[in-house]
């Protein structure tokens, strides 16, 4: 068997072009429209993974902490413009409170994670960080934006009944909590579901990256348990905690509801 | 003291910025009885939420007991003045529990929970002898779901109740026997109430006063 991965080569990368191709073709035979979108996201898949694999051979290389944190940090704040091109809420700022939540939360995530259960010297290893923080940051990022739209949407929605629960002397807490509580569920059903089917299902793309660079799969599982309850983990902190300070957003001073019918 | 006391309210619609309040004064003395009337979108369901918080003004302050409203915790301020909207909310549970929905926050536990047998006899007073405690709450009518709600805002005993046309639902016999509840609440229990309303109904009680919203103000003893 052959431990080491087999590289592909640049022939053989543009023969995985076909799919494209596959994918071209269906669109445009049954009109579907989206042959603009799958050139763009083709072109970008393709721009973006080559940048990130320099960007990431010339930080795995550096040994720097500074360039390690600064890498994460960008991560994270273009996951919270990608979150905000979700979530078209104009009358509640979540933005700032979402990030920092984001930071601190997924920062703290992968410093345990790579640092105290894989154990690396120094803690944040580039070559465990940063792919580690890449997951957390992937996954969670979703989650934030379905609680996100759930919490505002229902919110809109139920407004007469907070306000009714309110007019009998709830707090906004005691008010909104079923709103709270649907909205962090649903973020969280996805995360949930992948432990359910993970191994069945399909198998995680961190664990087929291993397997296919030679990695004992009785390894490659122990990291992807460990992935796994990661990202549940760090899913239902993060939504809970966001979902806490933007919930009181949504409320004036005088706990009243501000989020008017669209 | 008054009980309520209204200063130099200032309200505008905060989308469209058009003013509905300019310098409003009101006072309510504890034990009165308060029609307000005014044509549709003069502010009578605003000025409601506004003493209760549910909206806030621009300007201009709002005393209870003295008190500003702004200073008092909004949970404990509408412990004491309960607001019931025209279009009434029930919860997805039984009669029961929404009746009992209040009694379940924080800001009434202090409260007495009222038992069983007292939820339905209040049932019969309210003409609905035929609804079960048990049953889904949403599954009754409008005109059922309007007086479950004024039902609900009175078990809590409050200082000030503020009702918003609790009667559009209602049939003329069903409007009659909830203006002659609210009578009597007012009467023996002697709960100040504010009430905006579209109906001809004349209050017997002496405490009564009508107001009515013109040129975003209250003008009283309006016909």
Redesign the interface.
């Known amino acids: 068997m052959n431990s080491g991965i087999i590289d592909i080569s640049a022939g053989n990368l543009l023969l995985a072009f076909i799919f494209i191709f596959i994918a071209q073709a269906s669109s445009f035979i049954y009109h579907l429209g989206l042959n603009r979108d799958i050139t763009v996201g083709a072109l970008r898949t393709f721009a973006q993974l080559f940048l990130m694999g320099y960007v990431l051979t010339f930080i795995l290389g550096s040994e720097s902490l500074l360039l390690t944190v600064a890498v994460f940090a960008v991560m994270v704040i273009s996951a919270m413009f990608i979150v905000r091109g979700r979530v078209k809420e104009k009358q509640v700022s979540y933005f700032m409170p979402t990030l920092l939540t984001m930071l601190v939360t997924y920062f703290a995530t992968a410093v345990f994670v790579s640092g105290l259960i894989v154990g690396t010297t120094p803690w944040w290893e580039p070559r465990y960080f940063i792919p580690t923080a890449g997951m957390v940051i992937g996954n969670s990022m979703s989650a934030i934006a379905i609680a996100l739209e759930r919490l505002f949407r229902d919110l809109r929605q139920q407004r007469?009944?907070v306000?009714?629960?309110?007019?009998?002397?709830?707090?906004?807490r005691?008010a909104s909590d079923e709103v709270f509580r649907n909205a962090v569920t649903a973020g969280m059903i996805p995360s949930i579901n992948a432990m359910m089917g993970v191994g069945l299902v399909f198998i995680p793309g961190m664990m087929s990256g291993q397997i296919l660079s030679g990695t004992d799969p009785l390894i490659a599982i122990r990291y992807q348990i460990v992935v796994m309850f990661m990202l549940v983990g760090s899913t239902a902190i993060t939504s809970i905690i966001v979902m806490l300070i933007v919930r009181k957003r949504c409320f004036?001073?005088?706990?009243?509801?501000l989020l008017?019918p669209r | 003291m008054p009980l309520l006391e209204i200063r130099d309210l200032d309200y505008a619609w905060p989308a469209a910025g058009m003013p509905v309040f300019d310098r409003l004064d009101m006072t309510v003395s504890e034990g009165a009885f308060i029609l307000v009337r005014g044509a549709s979108g003069s502010g009578k369901s605003t000025l409601l939420r506004l003493i209760c918080r549910l909206n806030q003004p621009q300007s201009g302050t709002i005393f209870f007991r003295g008190r500003n409203i702004a200073s008092i915790l909004p949970s404990v301020l509408r412990s004491m003045i309960s607001y019931v909207a025209q279009i009434p909310q029930m919860v997805d549970a039984t009669v029961a529990e929404n009746l009992l929905l209040p009694f379940s926050f924080s800001a009434n536990s202090s409260k007495t929970v009222p038992e069983e047998q007292e939820l339905a006899r209040m049932l019969g007073d309210f003409y609905l002898d035929t609804v079960s405690l048990s049953q889904s709450a949403l599954k009754l009518s409008t005109g059922q779901k309007q007086r479950l709600a004024i039902m609900r805002a009175i078990l809590q005993h409050p200082e000030l109740l503020l009702l918003d046309e609790p009667t559009s639902a209602l049939d003329p016999e069903s409007a009659a026997m909830v203006f002659s509840i609210m009578e009597h609440l007012n009467r023996e229990q002697k709960t100040t109430i504010m009430c905006v309303t579209h109906s001809d109904y004349r209050p017997a009680t002496l405490a009564a006063q009508t107001f009515r919203i013109e040129n975003r103000q209250l003008i009283l003893n309006a016909p």
């Open positions: 007469e009944l306000e009714m629960k309110l007019s009998l002397g709830a707090n906004y005691e004036g001073s005088g706990e009243e509801v008017t």
